[in-house]
């Protein structure tokens, strides 16, 4: 049986190497207070609860987009450091969705880097080369990948899902109130308000753009780009064995 979601793929917020271009993998930083500001525009789009599931990369830098587009859109202040840096009940932290690390290279820039022809070749081709001492483009994947599959067992728990079609109106339903009942309980506003299958996932440029390629026809890794602080919303089914759809536009 197909199964169907919106996929809401959310960069986390600017940080200070991303002002200055510079490799930033699992060293773990936090979001610039501009960078705060650049998520209010998600935090009025998705204050509204209607996500079923949330997942979000254990690193710092994507707990506090999480806090503050999950904040409450009435009041004008963002939330304070201690806040930004906190856990919220019900919501996956997952390290499969942390960004490629990119070992030595991490912390560099491309001036930097430039005249390194190992650095050059992975340019061309990073499945072929490994940065040192950081993560191969096939475990970098895997882990995504990995994600993804999970990502649909998940789904098919928390709608009880059985061969019998029939029973997957009522299991939106049920799922609807459930996650309702729980976010109302955690105080923090979620739930599915609206029909369908909405999904957040708060992570890294490079796993958005893995996650578009692996979900996608015709979509290589680099043709996919999302700025910090910015969002890629996806139509998916799942067919069985893997996630297949299409861009959607706002």
Same mark, same amino acid.
């Given at each position: 049986m197909d199964m169907r979601i919106t996929l809401h793929l959310v960069r986390h917020g600017r940080t200070l190497w991303n002002e200055e271009r510079r490799y930033? /993998? @699992? =060293?773990?930083?936090?979001?610039?207070?501009?960078g705060r500001q650049q998520? *209010?525009?998600? &935090?009025?789009? +998705?204050? !509204?609860?209607? +996500? %079923? &599931?949330?997942?979000?990369?254990? *690193? *710092?830098r994507c707990r506090q987009t999480l806090n503050v587009i999950l904040s409450d859109s009435?009041?004008?202040?963002?939330?304070?450091?201690?806040a930004l840096g906190r856990f919220i009940p019900g919501v996956e932290y997952d390290p499969r969705l942390r960004e490629l690390d990119f070992g030595d290279w991490e912390g560099n820039t491309y001036e930097d880097l430039k005249s390194d022809a190992s650095y050059r070749r992975w340019i061309d081709n990073p499945a072929e080369v490994t940065p040192p001492n950081g993560e191969s483009w096939e475990a970098f994947r895997s882990r995504v990948q990995a994600f993804l599959t999970g990502l649909s067992l998940d789904l098919?728990?928390?709608l009880h899902v059985e061969?019998?079609?029939?029973?997957?109106?009522?299991? =939106?339903?049920?799922?609807?109130?459930?996650?309702? #009942?729980? #976010?109302?309980?955690?105080?923090?506003?979620? /739930?599915?308000? &609206? #029909?369908?299958?909405? %999904? *957040?996932? %708060? !992570? @890294? /440029?490079? %796993?958005? &753009?893995?996650?578009?390629?692996? !979900?996608?026809? @015709? !979509?290589e890794f680099w043709g996919t780009q999302v700025s910090p602080g910015e969002e890629l919303k996806l139509q998916l089914t799942w067919d069985g064995e893997r996630w297949q759809g299409v861009r959607v536009s706002e």
């Open positions: 930033l /993998g @699992h =060293e773990d930083q936090g979001i610039l207070r501009e998520l *209010l525009p998600l &935090r009025e789009r +998705f204050f !509204t609860g209607q +996500f %079923v &599931r949330i997942y979000c990369s254990d *690193l *710092l009435t009041m004008a202040a963002i939330p304070d450091d201690e098919k728990e928390l061969e019998d079609p029939d029973t997957l109106v009522q299991a =939106e339903a049920e799922a609807e109130a459930e996650a309702e #009942a729980e #976010a109302e309980a955690a105080g923090y506003g979620l /739930g599915t308000q &609206r #029909a369908g299958l909405d %999904v *957040l996932v %708060v !992570t @890294h /440029g490079g %796993v958005i &753009r893995q996650i578009a390629a692996a !979900t996608l026809p @015709h !979509t």
